[in-house]
């Protein structure tokens, strides 16, 4: 009797080392498919990464362009008052020259009528652009002011969530890749034939005109 007890128990440990052996192969198999699944989401993660790197890039290129953009408006604006200040000096000189002509002209007229003559003709009628209404019709012209459009709210969006995402990372001392922009597109000038942004309408240097390639 105790050699069968022990026949069965050996027979019971049998048993179950089987199905146990079967349930850790099942396990391994798992875990197989699992570390397979686990290493394709790597590899797509650092893909992900990647191509989020090149969008952000992106994005701060457009940023760069943009204060670039804003930097040559604030130099034609400023060179647009300028010109606006010469202009407005030309046109009082102008406004003294035509006080110092008119009496003038009166005296000759008199004095030619004097002899029979007849009156000398009006500046306007020599000449329109000798005329003082000539050149308020043009200062009129030159007071108005081009209407700055609207940036795309899309554009918008992106410069502003690019600058937020600069800030952050320059708070985030743990990061250690370096960000690196894409240059804005540049042109040199045809005068100084130094750099400048390819869309600038003339150059903040030598204030020569361009011409956007």
């Not at 050996?10 to 048993?15: A, F, G, S, V």
């Not at 790197?53 to 647009?80: F, G, S, Y």
């Amino acid at each position: 009797m105790a050699d069968e007890q022990e026949i069965m128990c050996k027979l019971e440990n049998i048993k179950e080392i089987r199905n146990k052996t079967i349930q850790m192969e099942k396990i391994k198999s798992r875990l197989r498919s699992e570390f397979e699944a686990l290493e394709s989401e790597e590899k797509h993660l650092r893909e992900y990464k990647q191509e989020m790197d090149l969008l952000l890039q992106e994005k701060m290129a457009h940023v760069e362009e943009l204060r670039l953009i804003h930097a040559d408006i604030n130099v034609m604006e400023n060179t647009i008052k300028q010109s606006e200040s010469d202009l407005n000096k030309l046109l009082e000189a102008t406004r003294r020259l035509h006080d110092e002509y008119k009496p003038l002209k009166e005296h000759v007229d008199a004095l030619r009528m004097t002899l029979g003559l007849q009156r000398l003709p009006d500046l306007s009628q020599e000449e329109e652009k000798l005329s003082l209404d000539y050149f308020e019709k043009q200062k009129a012209e030159w007071q108005t002011e081009p209407q700055e459009p609207p940036i795309p709210e899309s554009l918008a969006a992106a410069a502003a969530a690019a600058q937020q995402l600069q800030a952050a990372r320059k708070q985030d001392v743990r990061q250690t890749a370096t960000f690196r922009q894409q240059p804005p597109p540049m042109k040199a000038c045809l005068s100084c034939h130094q750099q400048i942004h390819r869309n600038a309408p003339i150059c903040p240097l030598c204030k020569a005109k361009s011409r956007s390639r």
